[in-house]
C-alpha cells in the first residue's frame, strides 16, 4: 500500500538549515503532489506548500516563501524540504502528505489521503 | 487568502454524544473541503473529502456536509477512540489552508 517515510529526528541551532525527506513507495512516484505540513508544540496544523514530483513545480505559503525550498530526485522516488534560517519558532513536527484527486461531474477535488509518521525538528542553542 | 475558522476550539463530551463541529470559509469555497483527524503522537488522517464523502476505513458514525461557506462535521455517537483534535481544511486553490481545530475531550 502507499506509504511515505520520513528522515529522523534533528535539532539544529538557530540560523542554521535543515532538510527533512520524504520517500514514497506503494504507488508511482510521479502521479500525486506531496504537501509539506507542520505543527508546532501546542499549536495546529499550518500548512507549507506543494511539490509536484513529476515536473519540479512548487508552490510555498507566503509566510515560508524565501526560507523553504522544496527538491525531489525522482530515481530515489524521494522528496525534501528545506528550511532555512532557523528560529525557535520553527520547533515543530514537519509532516509530507500525499495530495489525491477525487473526480466528481467536471470538477475535482483533493485531499491528503496518505501522511508521513513526522520528523520532529527542535531549533535551540 | 481565504480564511478557515472552526468552533468550538474544544469541546467536552461523553461516550455516546452526538458531537458536532463546525467550519467556517471567509469565502466560497463550494464543497472544497476535508476533515482530519488527529491524535498526540500520530500523523493525521482524512476522514471526509469533498465535504461529505467517506474516507474508506472511516467509521459511518462520522459525517460531514455543507456548502459554499459553512460546513459540518458530526460524530453521531461518539467512541472512546475518537478523543483527538479534528481539522477541517480547504482544497480550493492555494494557500490549502487548515481551520485552528477543535479538541474533543472526554467530559
Known amino acids: 500500500q502507499a506509504q511515505l517515510v520520513q528522515s529522523g529526528s534533528e535539532v539544529k541551532e538557530p540560523g542554521a538549515s535543515v532538510k527533512v525527506s520524504c520517500k514514497a513507495s506503494g504507488y508511482t512516484f510521479t502521479t500525486f503532489e506531496i504537501n509539506w505540513v507542520r505543527q508546532a508544540p501546542g499549536q495546529g496544523l499550518e500548512w507549507m506548500g506543494w511539490?509536484?514530483?513529476?515536473?519540479?513545480?512548487?508552490g510555498y505559503a507566503q509566510k515560508f516563501q524565501g526560507r523553504v525550498t522544496m527538491t525531489r530526485n525522482t530515481s530515489m522516488n524521494t522528496v525534501y524540504m528545506e528550511v532555512s534560517s532557523l528560529r525557535s519558532e520553527d520547533t515543530a513536527v514537519y509532516y509530507c502528505?500525499?495530495?489525491?484527486?477525487?473526480?466528481?461531474?467536471?470538477?475535482?477535488?483533493?485531499?491528503?489521503?496518505?501522511w508521513g509518521k513526522g520528523t520532529t525538528v527542535t531549533v535551540s542553542s | 487568502d481565504i480564511q478557515m475558522t472552526q468552533y468550538p476550539t474544544s469541546l467536552s463530551a461523553s461516550v455516546g454524544d452526538r458531537v458536532t463541529i463546525t467550519c467556517r470559509a471567509s469565502q466560497s469555497i463550494g464543497s472544497y473541503l476535508n476533515w482530519y483527524q488527529h491524535k498526540p503522537g500520530k500523523a493525521p488522517e482524512l476522514l471526509i473529502y469533498a465535504t461529505s464523502n467517506l474516507q474508506s476505513g472511516v467509521p459511518s458514525r462520522f459525517s460531514g456536509s455543507g456548502s459554499g461557506t459553512d460546513f459540518t462535521l458530526t460524530i453521531s455517537s461518539l467512541q472512546p477512540e475518537d478523543f483527538a483534535t479534528y481539522y477541517c481544511q480547504k482544497s480550493y486553490s492555494t494557500p490549502r489552508t487548515f481551520g485552528q481545530g477543535t479538541k474533543v475531550e472526554i467530559k
Open positions: 511539490m509536484n514530483p513529476n515536473s519540479g513545480n512548487t
Open positions: 502528505a500525499r495530495w489525491r484527486g477525487y473526480r466528481y461531474a467536471s470538477n475535482f477535488y483533493y485531499y491528503m489521503d496518505v
